[in-house]
């Protein structure tokens, strides 16, 4: 891909300068303005890479090919019948007249007769990206793979795109590159055998967030913003269908906007970056043309980093211009190397484990909108004072509700339950608009008439969400069934009766659900639905944590019945959930596990011979929703515990 300020031609000189002063073999390179993701591939043999960009195109392709670290297997798509999805994208056939949003809005077919792409190649187009929506909606994706084809797709649209480099505007004539067949680009990936992590944020927002070696810093030189240049990319990435305006059909980019882009603010936006850096070494790529001069840059540096450690190189380099090169330039591109002030005392890399998180007993506990049976909201309090206080990544085994995920403070998350319907559901709060979420519920409400007294219109509700899928619509339906629970029969189908007189959505849901998707937005998960035997530790070290929070087995809960479509859990389960927890202890790995040792009459034999070798923490529990609690508390022995190995 054509980018402005790509770096590919200047890697090798960018590779001098950290072999000269960062003589680091293994240690954390971050790459905080990404970009495509150049520089971060690059690196990514030798380092463990963090790479950011505010853009989500950009995020997009560098989750791809740094988070991942070989190209998914899409196993649920190939149990649905779809063995190779990026040929069935590319030779599916479309439906007659397909006129999706990039169709109307980008080329010749819609009203502004714009030419970024002929209509064949536009609905070929429209339809891949709707594809990858739906499969994802349904549960059939992974995060990786989501991220992967989408990747592809963004990969592949600059090959067919009627354009001399940008988006800032189409050209007049077609271009033969315009006619080209549309072709998915299917990307390499290299393995480093580490956990790589990709953010999406502003990049002075995240410094203040993550720690490590080497920080690479390649802002924006002048006042174009980048969004505007690439506007089509990043509308095809979040598929939004925004409002747009003007002859190129821009979309709204004022929340993207880049302080690096104004002479007004600029200094200070460096200054920040630089001041709130903590990496030992810091280098920074500029321009002789940016907004500041080179001579500012080296000052601010100084203030921040040892004085004496502050290096200069000059290199000629050829700017971008579209599709013409000049063989000759007067431009020149300066890389900056400092030595970060204070790096005696080792910084927090994200490869020990440690992170800058406050402890968590004073905090507000953000609780889970859904009504989930065995959720662990009450019973934070208690469990939050044996957790660690400081998380790498934390590893939440049985997500059920993610209320645990939103309060746990850690650098990212991985989330996993087996219920890839709730998995799902909670992976669009996350990710979908919020005022879209919210619009389609109350939309959804008003349709169907959805009270505490309209059995009728939830039953029909219900039947719709049965033959739709609609994760949004899963949750809505939730808020008026029986005690807003999440039930379904083997064949997948949504069964919770309706909650007379009892259940609705009301302003409090609303309260608890806009805070919980805040909450959720503001972490880098990785979403997973798989048997928890299948998931990948490996690789992880003493700074991460695991919790889990499985059925239990002694108890009677319906999640663990067998008989609502998802796999039961019986001893052979359980053992190989303690055999697992053993193998994380190994790794050096801490670990907590919920659950119960007594309950009505039974011991759990399994695992109170187990828990032996670690520490027992008794629980005092309460679970007004479970249907394993007892009415006569005489009658209920149970022993709750948390069981840790620290």
């Not at 909606?137 to 649209?157: D, F, H, M, P, S």
């Not at 840059?297 to 000059?314: D, P, Q």
């Not at 239990?552 to 697992?580: C, H, M, P, V």
Request: proline share 3%; with cysteine.
């Amino acid at each position: 891909m054509r980018f402005i300020g790509c770096k590919s031609n200047l890697l090798q000189e960018i590779d001098n300068v950290i072999a000269e002063n960062c003589p680091i073999q293994n240690g954390v390179f971050c790459d905080i303005f990404s970009g495509t993701g150049a520089v971060s591939r690059h690196f990514k043999p030798r380092y463990q890479i963090i790479s950011n960009d505010i853009m989500y195109f950009s995020h997009i392709i560098t989750a791809a090919t740094i988070e991942n670290n070989s190209i998914p297997s899409f196993v649920r798509l190939k149990k649905e019948g779809i063995s190779d999805p990026l040929t069935f994208l590319e030779i599916a056939p479309i439906q007659a007249n397909h006129a999706g949003f990039i169709t109307q809005t980008y080329s010749p077919a819609g009203e502004s007769g714009r030419m970024y792409f002929i209509e064949e190649n536009a609905e070929r187009i429209d339809f891949i990206r709707d594809t990858i929506e739906r499969w994802n909606e349904r549960g059939w994706l992974e995060q990786n793979e989501y991220k992967y084809l989408l990747a592809c797709l963004i990969e592949g649209v600059p090959y067919v795109s009627n354009i001399t480099g940008t988006y800032g505007a189409f050209l007049k004539k077609w271009d033969r590159r315009a006619y080209k067949r549309f072709e998915l680009q299917r990307l390499s990936i290299s393995n480093n055998n580490r956990h790589n992590i990709c953010y999406n944020e502003d990049a002075n927002e995240l410094i203040r967030k993550i720690s490590g070696d080497i920080l690479y810093i390649d802002p924006p030189y002048n006042s174009r913003q980048y969004l505007p240049n690439y506007h089509v990319l990043e509308t095809i990435a979040r598929n939004d269908h925004p409002v747009v305006t003007g002859i190129t059909g821009v979309r709204d980019c004022s929340r993207q906007r880049s302080r690096y882009c104004s002479k007004s603010q600029v200094r200070a936006a460096f200054d920040d970056l630089i001041s709130n850096a903590d990496f030992k070494h810091i280098i920074v790529s500029y321009s002789d043309d940016g907004l500041l001069t080179i001579d500012e840059l080296a000052e601010i540096l100084k203030a921040h980093c040892k004085e004496n450690s502050v290096k200069i190189y000059k290199f000629a380099y050829s700017r971008y211009k579209g599709k013409i090169q000049s063989n000759q330039s007067n431009h020149f591109e300066y890389i900056l190397y400092a030595r970060k002030k204070g790096d005696e005392v080792s910084p927090l890399p994200i490869v020990s484990g440690k992170s800058r998180v406050m402890p968590v007993s004073k905090k507000r506990f953000i609780k889970s909108p859904m009504n989930y049976i065995g959720g662990k909201y009450k019973l934070l309090p208690q469990l939050f004072q044996f957790f660690p206080t400081e998380i790498d990544t934390f590893i939440d085994l049985f997500a059920g509700s993610f209320t645990v995920t939103a309060n746990v403070n850690a650098r990212r998350y991985l989330c996993n339950d087996i219920n890839y319907k709730v998995v799902e559901l909670v992976r669009t709060l996350c990710y979908a608009d919020t005022e879209v979420i919210l619009r389609r519920i109350h939309d959804k409400i008003k349709e169907y008439n959805l009270s505490k007294e309209n059995e009728q219109g939830f039953i029909a509700f219900r039947d719709f969400y049965n033959s739709n899928g609609n994760p949004i619509d899963l949750f809505t339906l939730s808020c008026f069934s029986f005690n807003y629970q999440f039930r379904f029969n083997n064949q997948l189908q949504y069964n919770n009766p309706f909650g007379r007189n009892r259940s609705q959505y009301s302003e409090t849901t609303e309260k608890n659900l806009i805070l919980f998707m805040e909450e959720l937005k503001k972490r880098q998960i990785e979403f997973y639905s798989r048997d928890f035997q299948k998931i990948d530790i490996s690789g992880y070290d003493t700074g991460d944590f695991v919790y889990c929070d499985p059925p239990y087995l002694i108890t009677t809960g319906s999640y663990n019945d067998g008989n609502r479509g998802f796999k039961d859990w019986g001893e052979q389960e359980e053992k190989a959930l303690l055999a697992w927890l053993d193998n994380a202890h190994d790794l050096g790995m801490k670990f907590a596990l919920s659950n119960m040792l007594q309950h009505n009459g039974k011991k759990n034999k399994i695992l109170i011979d187990w828990s032996k070798k670690y520490n027992i923490h008794i629980i005092d529990s309460d679970y007004s929703n479970c249907n394993y609690q007892l009415k006569d508390k005489a009658k209920n022995d149970t022993v709750e515990v948390l069981i840790t190995n620290y």
